[in-house]
């Protein structure tokens, strides 16, 4: 199995200035699944069952069941109202009326990690949750009443309202919102027209639906699959730029469908992919703002049939854990209902005719429109001072079916008692800070992150780098040790690459993806610039027995898809992005600016602000004792953006 993507982003430390203008350009890249590919994501899937090919449950007989309904089950050409909807059933071409059901109510977490908090601050937590109906819809803020009295909210099983040294602030904030269209592009889609230009003007009503609406930012990728899956734009947060490549694709198919194929519908594949991606972009504008900004994230699926390509099972453990809204719309009859639903967790519409998909579009715009609207920030002073806590909120009176859970360790609070009470979670914060803080006190401009509640331009590590190039990338360093350190091991610094003709060494070393360290005709290792047609993607990299990133402009090799080639079995690929594979027997690869690669798992993922094992965990480069310590930034928000 193989996955065509055009990437977006910056890695590496070489040729800084040419990496980070890549940010803002497209190129193709190959993902290797089933650990056999270029790189990339590896497994077959989670759990789950493939939907069949054959058959369509959503078929009653001689029709269809549309909106929010599917067949019985029975053997009978009859409709029923789908979970979390009210309304009974009817038989196929009757009228059948299928209401939210308003006595379903979620409380579902928005922050994938653990409760925020401050490092080495008062004992203060706050978790960041929405309130949905069973269905997906938002339930409406008025209908909660003061928020004083609408949660429950214990610690560890017990009821705070019980303990009168503990105190809780429930509050909201601006939400900004990040979205993701997978769009089917096989050719029963893209060679009808017709069909084509309807979706897509749909897609637009939807995007221009969160321009009037959004008070913040608001950010959309488009992600197209056939037989593989490919991002035809990365995450932008210029709607007027995604409304013209919307409109280029309704005018000329040709190019999404030649780059990930017509001939198949890898469904499943194109869901993990919205997934991954949605939670990527949330993470690093976490970050970049120093936790300034909340965000809520959703993956609109669209699709006129079943899964027939890729991994053959949906990954069940991916869709039910993340805290991306997930929607699904089914734009033809085809379509497994059964499957539309699990994919469609918060929120799944059969619309195989044009009435069909324009209610349900208009129904999925309002969706998208609340979703930042839905969401909460709760602070809460604890009185704990050991060990490991957990807060859950519920409604109060036992009204929601779930809860959001999150969990602390007091070791991140200050050793020095710090007051924290109802008016540590007041606008105070927000008026002695930048960014960042603890109640979301907002970002910076696009060309700025947020370090210690200011906001910076990029910029290299004044202190020790202890080995991490990347936080030398805003002066184009590299993070070597200093030869004036006394220290055991020695500390480090950012110190410039060898420069073009001079000797160099596995200690001394040349920009990546600029030169490497090759022999003269003399045998002097000197740094080579890497020459023209060599380090490109698809051309060989490292030797038969190990890849080496080093030799690639992208910083990326790994082995190639099409199975073993005795003479080159490695190839150059394209910068490796979160989720992407960065290392293992088969891939050496440099993760993008802001993430790092996992040891065991060898997959880059995002660095973040809270909680820790090592330096190259946190944002800022630092770990201390399990707590990440904010100490400079070194990319910016413009970096992560289509452009």
Known sequence: MHFWKKVLGV????????????????????????????????????????????????NCGPGSCTGHSS???????????????????????????????????????????????????????????????????????????ALDQAFKVTEDGVDVTHNVEASVTVFRKQVES????????????????????????????????LQQRSETKVGISIVVFGRFVGTYLDFT???????????????DPSGAVQSVGGDGTALY???????????????????VTEGGVLTTGTVVVITDGNNQSGQEALDSDLVGNTVVNLISVGISGDVDNSALQAIGRDGSFLAPD??????????????????????????????????????????????????????FDTKYFSAVPTVCNKAYFSTDECATVECGGITACGGCDDDQCCSGGQCHKPASATFDCAGQDELCAPSGELCEPDPASTSNPPKY???PPVAIGEVCSDKDRCAPGVATCVPDDKGVTRCTVIPSGRGEIDQACGDQKKPDALECKSLSCGQKGAGPDADHPYRCFDAARV?????????????????????????????????????????????????????????????????
């Open 11 to 58: 890695v590496g430390v070489g040729a800084l200035s040419a990496l980070l203008a890549a940010g803002c350009t497209d190129a193709k890249k190959k993902f290797g699944g089933s650990g056999t590919g270029y790189g990339g994501r590896t497994g077959t899937g989670g759990k789950g069952s493939a939907a069949s090919d054959a058959g369509d449950s959503n």
């Open 71 to 145: 067949c019985s089950g029975d053997n009978t050409a009859t409709c029923k109202c789908d979970p979390g909807y009210v309304g009974g059933s009817a038989p196929v071409g009757e009228p059948l009326t299928c209401k939210v059901d308003t006595s379903c109510i979620k409380v579902k977490p928005l922050l994938a990690q653990s409760c925020r908090y401050l490092a080495n601050a008062a004992p203060a937590v706050a978790s960041y949750f929405a309130v949905d109906y069973c269905a997906g819809t938002a339930v409406p803020p008025n209908e909660l009443g």
């Open 178 to 209: 990040y979205v993701t269209f997978a769009l089917d592009v096989s050719d029963s889609v893209t060679q009808n027209k017709s069909l084509l230009t309807e979706v897509v003007g749909q897609m637009q009503a939807i995007i221009t639906g």
């Open 237 to 251: 947060t210029d709607l007027e730029l995604v409304k013209t490549r919307l409109d280029d694709l309704a005018a």
């Open 269 to 287: 594949d194109a869901v993990a992919e919205g997934i991954h991606d949605t939670e990527r972009i949330q993470a690093f504008r976490d970050t």
């Open 354 to 407: 044009a009435n069909a998909r324009a209610a349900a579009f208009t129904e999925i715009t309002q969706r998208v429109q609340q979703y930042p609207f839905r969401s909460y920030l709760l602070g809460y002073c604890t009185p704990k001072t050991e060990g490991i806590h957990t807060i859950e909120v519920s409604l109060a009176g036992g009204k929601s079916t779930t809860t959001a859970k999150c969990d």
């Open 493 to 495: 610094r950012c110190t």
């Open 579 to 643: 989720s992407d594979l960065c290392g293992g027997d088969t891939n050496s690869s440099i993760c993008e600016l802001g993430a790092s690669c996992d040891d065991k798992t060898h997959l880059c993922y995002a660095r973040r602000l809270r909680g820790c094992e090592r330096n190259e965990d946190c944002s800022g480069g630092q770990c201390q004792a399990g707590v990440c310590y904010s100490s400079g930034c070194f990319w910016d928000w413009n970096s992560k953006l289509a452009h």
